[in-house]
């Protein structure tokens, strides 16, 4: 007999667990990483050189976790269940993943060499390789003439951004090659990758994913303040980039470009908010529990994001950024962990890839919702001090490590967790929730 529609996308969700247990995996060698990287600081380590373990923590965050997380979100949210289960498909992502392992093995040997360069080059023509063949084949489902055109254009967005970041990567060899490595046009190449991979590759994605639910459960919003919300984002995302220029204390008028890039992110954020505050109602009740905590601190993370990002755009704060890197470190792991990847995984919680059925589960996400929240009001309130010459705060590296102790505790109890846990597709009792309360809420009006 021929599988039915539901069977077909249940062996979907089956043949990308293991995937995706890879991804959440990568979360857990990270958080190691990162507590190994707060622990040198404590008491540094013979033989390990920071420097070069810090590479091998950044590139396996942003490319072991992130990008396999939204590779599969994508392919389930857009493709049909048998052409996301295309061998192509499967193929790219081990490939990436692969590619991930030689960089974290390679990295902390030789740093950037000869190695880590050839492992960070392949995935970046992997990440070529998807780009063409999702685009293609989400052209032949007609993806973009269906339900989800709004959220899809926050995807291809997202893509673009994902392929123009690369050009930073590409343009390193050149640089370095002819003597610049370590001057600013070196420094400005790296933030000109990261500048795209975060407020581009990860924030729209994020954004499309947001819009796709609010469409897939037929969730009533402004279309019109919805397209104005994205064209603000996009356009905006470019000249944005100035931002990361800025320590260099260029001319006036990147400053006036750049800071109006990012009030109108800013003015965006608002517009945003007057979009999904009258629907909260129903996207609570898509996310049950758990899920609708971390999300609501994914939400206060993109605010927090916003604004900080803003305030870069004054000479002083930027200046300021620059100099305390106590900021910095806890502006990236906000943007990392509190905005992108506590979405992520509040989707895949609402899509029944991720569930807190166990004990450990909860008791896993809780300590490391804890110390996310910790170490970043440490890092922040050490650069307060700095700032306002109260000096460092005493203890601060012991304090800070011991904090973190409890991230790659915690994220390592909710990935054991989903081993003895079965994960099913988001049930249809969300739907006619979601139904329920958008008919009661319609009778109301």
């Avoid at 040198?40 to 091998?56: E, Q, T």
């Avoid at 992110?265 to 007057?274: D, E, G, H, I, S």
Wanted: aromatic share 16%; glycine share 8%.
């Amino acid at each position: 007999m021929p599988q039915t529609g539901g069977e077909i996308a249940g062996a979907s969700i089956n043949r990308w667990r293991l995937p995706l247990l890879s991804a959440l995996l990568s979360l857990v060698v990270i958080a190691l990483l990162g507590l190994l990287l707060r622990w040198m600081l404590v008491a540094p380590v013979a033989g390990l050189n920071y420097k070069h373990l810090l590479h091998a923590h950044s590139h396996a965050a942003l490319l072991g976790w992130l990008y396999p997380a939204l590779f599969i979100a994508l392919l389930h949210a857009y493709l049909p269940p048998e052409v996301r289960c295309r061998k192509v498909y499967f193929r790219q992502f081990w490939l990436a993943q692969a590619a991930v392992l030689g960089m974290l093995l390679s990295f902390p040997v030789q740093g950037y060499g000869a190695i880590s360069i050839t492992f960070s080059t392949a995935h970046i023509l992997l990440s070529y390789w998807f780009i063409l063949c999702f685009l293609k084949d989400a052209r032949a489902a007609r993806v973009s003439q269906g339900v989800h055109t709004l959220s899809f254009r926050f995807i291809k967005a997202a893509l673009f951004f994902l392929a123009l970041s690369s050009l930073g990567p590409w343009a390193m060899g050149p640089i370095m090659a002819t003597g610049h490595s370590g001057s600013a046009l070196y420094y400005n190449a790296i933030y000109f990758y990261l500048h795209f991979l975060y407020n581009g590759w990860f924030t729209f994605a994020v954004l499309g994913l947001l819009v796709w639910l609010l469409e897939k459960y037929e969730i009533g919003f402004s279309q019109k303040y919805g397209l104005l919300f994205f064209r603000l984002m996009f356009w905006t995302c470019l000249p944005a980039y100035l931002l990361s220029v800025l320590w260099i204390k260029p001319g006036a008028m990147v400053y006036v470009v750049g800071g109006l890039a990012a009030l109108v992110q800013v003015l965006a954020l608002v517009l945003l908010v007057r979009v999904l505050w009258p629907v909260r109602g129903q996207v609570y009740t898509l996310f049950p529990g758990w899920g609708r905590a971390i999300l609501i601190l994914a939400a206060l993370a993109f605010i927090l994001k916003t604004l900080m990002q803003f305030s870069t755009a004054f000479p002083y704060m930027a200046d300021l950024a620059y100099n305390l890197r106590f900021f910095i470190i806890g502006y990236l792991h906000l943007v990392l962990i509190g905005f992108v990847s506590f979405f992520i995984l509040a989707w895949l919680a609402q899509q029944g890839w991720v569930e807190f059925e166990l004990s450990m589960s909860r008791w896993g996400m809780g300590l490391f919702i804890l110390a996310f929240i910790g170490s970043e009001a440490y890092l922040f309130a050490q650069g307060l001090f700095l700032w306002l010459g109260l000096g460092a705060i005493p203890d601060f590296n012991e304090l800070l490590f011991g904090v973190s102790i409890l991230l790659p505790v915690g994220i390592g109890l909710f990935f054991l967790s989903q081993l003895r846990q079965k994960h099913h597709p988001a049930p249809q009792q969300a739907v006619e929730d979601v139904g329920s309360h958008a008919a009661t809420t319609a009778a109301r009006g």
